[in-house]
Antibody
Framework: EVQLVESGGGLVKPGASLKLSCVASGFTFSDYWMSWVRQTPGKTMEWIGDIKYDGSYTNYAPSLKNRFTISRDNAKSTLYLQMSNVRSEDTATYYC??????????WGQGASVTVSS | QIMLTQQAESLWISPGERVSITCRASQSLLYTDGKHYLSWYQQRPGQTTKALIYHASVRTDGVPTRFIGSGSGTEFTLSIEHVQPEDFAIYYCLQTLKSPYTFGAGTKLELK
């Protein structure tokens, strides 16, 4: 069974950094592009970015590119999202997804991030 | 960036009815391979988000046949025939033709 499990969320202060992890199982992680998506408390979905199966290429939403970094460790079947200089508008649930060019076919249960002083 | 508009924020229906959810793109989602890069997702409380449809009309594995994707160019529809109790959820469209990929605002199916 395909499973994606995010962790690392929580309450953080504005300007801080936070790193989310997503552990994958049930499929050959190193064969798949992966992506991060976030959902605001108002239920708006926003694509953050994605990473090639071997980690050699990343692509980001322009509005987040300077503060968010996606990486992966295929040996650990783990995807990461490094968030820096977080703002109140980064408050959201963060999902990792396995990704083909045409569909995000598996999603995790999400990690909740709240940015507040 | 490509904007996706799901006009209806909520739709109230009764079980057994047919419902259509529309998604309009600000530009054509047709790629040179002849396929549309538009997919649909279902989000139910307490469950992981589920991919229903890709390439506008292809059901993912295990998705019931009552879910039907249609449309082309900039206009797309997700129809659900004979709505079941488990279908009351939020539905999103997503375009992956051009980065940054973008979602519709979501349409919530609610019990009438």
């Amino acid at each position: 069974e395909v499973q994606l499990v995010e962790s690392g969320g929580g309450l953080v202060k504005p300007g801080a950094s936070l790193k989310l992890s997503c552990v994958a199982s049930g499929f050959t992680f190193s064969d798949y592009w992966m992506s991060w998506v976030r959902q605001t408390p108002g239920k708006t979905m926003e694509w953050i970015g994605d990473i090639k199966y071997d980690g050699s290429y990343t692509n980001y939403a322009p509005s987040l590119k300077n503060r968010f970094t996606i990486s992966r460790d295929n040996a650990k079947s783990t995807l990461y999202l490094q968030m820096s200089n977080v703002r109140s508008e980064d408050t959201a649930t963060y999902y990792c997804t396995s990704y083909d060019s045409y569909v995000m076919d598996a999603w995790g249960q999400g990690a909740s991030v709240t940015v507040s002083s | 960036q490509i904007m996706l508009t799901q006009q209806a924020e909520s739709l109230w229906i009764s079980p057994g009815e047919r419902v259509s959810i529309t998604c309009r793109a600000s530009q054509s989602l047709l790629y040179t391979d002849g396929k549309h890069y538009l997919s649909w997702y279902q989000q139910r409380p307490g469950q992981t988000t589920k991919a229903l449809i890709y390439h506008a009309s292809v059901r993912t594995d295990g998705v019931p046949t009552r879910f039907i994707g249609s449309g082309s160019g900039t206009e797309f529809t997700l129809s659900i025939e004979h709505v079941q109790p488990e279908d009351f959820a939020i539905y999103y469209c997503l375009q992956t033709l051009k980065s940054p990929y973008t979602f519709g605002a979501g349409t919530k199916l609610e019990l009438k």
